[in-house]
């Protein structure tokens, strides 16, 4: 069992920045590929950004690319996502997800339905 406790969260004028945390219990967090995702009002659930279980990969939304930055600490158990250049199309429930099923990073780890933990989310609001 793998839980999942997002932080960092918070309101911010346009323009800001954030980092935002995810701590993971477990001994294997190393071995899981580390998911971002967001979900506005209204709106499906979407992929922000992914990291591979070194952390030699990484995967951005084009919205965000050369914004958000996505980096892991395996010795912390922790994911982070530094987000620079805060948009109001931002604002959104970020949620931590984590795949633990081995089978690695790849184009698959861009959906949804290949994270089979997900934390409790975290509220980021952005002003104009």
């Known amino acids: 069992q793998v839980q999942l406790v997002e932080s960092g969260g918070g309101l911010v004028q346009a323009g800001g920045s954030l980092r935002l945390s995810c701590a993971a219990s477990?001994?294997?967090?190393?071995?899981?590929?580390m998911g971002w995702f967001r979900q506005a009002p209204g709106k499906e659930r979407e992929f922000v950004a992914g990291i591979s279980w070194s952390g030699g990969s990484t995967s951005y939304r084009d919205s965000v690319k050369g914004r958000f930055t996505i980096s892991r600490d395996n010795a912390k158990n922790t994911v982070y996502l530094q987000m620079n250049s805060l948009k109001p199309e931002d604002t959104a429930v970020y949620y931590c997800a984590a795949d633990s099923s081995k089978r690695g990073w790849g184009a698959r780890s861009l959906s949804i339905y290949e994270y089979d933990y997900w934390g409790q989310g975290t509220q980021v609001t952005v002003s104009s």
């Open positions: 477990g001994r294997t967090f190393s071995s899981y590929v």
